[in-house]
């Protein structure tokens, strides 16, 4: 039903998420980000909340993903429903899948990484995403997308996909891409990367719009000037 990874790039250290599912919107649900603190992936039977109350442990108990992990599960029951990824700000990561995930599912932690996904074709799909990950150059979320497009190389879900979503944090609080295609027939993860190419010549146009509008580009709209 759902495939993802989350990562974080050592030389910037952003933190992103790249997720797929057969669910509409997944991108409503699952990826949750934190500057400076981790990025989370709740899948599965997901439960929203576990995002939000891992990053708080991880930012102000600070506690270790593995800790956070099992606080927030055990504080919410229901865990054997859940799969759910975490990565800190340091790069550290922490995976758990409950016993009741759908169909074949798998979780794999790599450097600066951690996939996982269940109703797959086979495990090898998120084999297949971390190491393209780790073997993809350039900014994080061209490595993210790279992880999604080898998942579905390697078989993706056992059916369709139809929403997509990239998330990436760097300095500032907001996120500085935060993309969904949130219903497609045929092809999210190709929609998503067409949505990535697209904003990223922008993406630094947008930071510095909200940060210094004086020395800002113009809006490229009509009656700008």
């Known amino acids: 039903?759902?495939?993802?990874?989350?990562?974080?790039?050592?030389?910037?250290?952003?933190?992103?998420?790249?997720?797929?599912?057969?669910?509409i919107s997944v991108g409503a649900r699952c990826p949750w980000l934190r500057a400076g603190v981790g990025a989370v992936a709740t899948q599965n039977v997901t439960l929203p909340a576990?995002?939000?109350?891992?990053?708080?442990?991880?930012?102000?108990?600070?506690?270790?993903?593995?800790?956070?992990?099992d606080r927030a599960l055990n504080a919410n029951g229901w865990s054997q429903y859940r799969q759910v990824t975490v990565i800190d700000s340091q790069g550290r990561t922490a995976f758990f899948?409950?016993?009741?995930?759908?169909?074949?599912?798998?979780?794999?932690?790599g450097d600066q990484c951690v996939a996982a996904g269940n109703m797959l074709a086979g495990a090898e799909v998120i084999e297949a995403m971390v190491q393209a990950f780790e073997k993809t150059p350039g900014?994080?979320?061209?490595?993210?997308?790279?992880?999604?497009?080898?998942?579905?190389?390697?078989?993706?879900?056992?059916g369709p996909v139809h929403s997509a979503a990239l998330k990436?944090?760097?300095?500032?609080?907001?996120?500085?891409?935060?993309l969904r295609v949130d219903w497609e027939e045929t092809d999210p993860i190709g929609q998503l990367d067409a949505l990535w190419q697209a904003y990223r010549p922008q993406m630094q146009d947008y930071l510095t719009r909200a940060l210094n509008p004086t020395v800002a580009p113009s809006y490229g709209v009509p009656g700008d000037e």
């Open 97 to 109: 899948t409950g016993k009741e995930a759908l169909g074949v599912h798998n979780a794999v932690a």
């Open 1 to 23: 039903m759902t495939f993802s990874i989350i990562g974080r790039c050592p030389e910037t250290g952003q933190l992103g998420v790249a997720i797929s599912s057969s669910s």
């Open 168 to 178: 990436v944090m760097g300095d500032v609080i907001w996120p500085i891409v935060d």
């Open 50 to 69: 576990l995002g939000p109350q891992i990053l708080d442990l991880l930012e102000n108990q600070q506690f270790e993903p593995v800790t956070a992990l």
């Open 139 to 158: 900014v994080l979320a061209d490595r993210l997308l790279s992880a999604m497009r080898a998942a579905l190389a390697a078989g993706g879900e056992a």
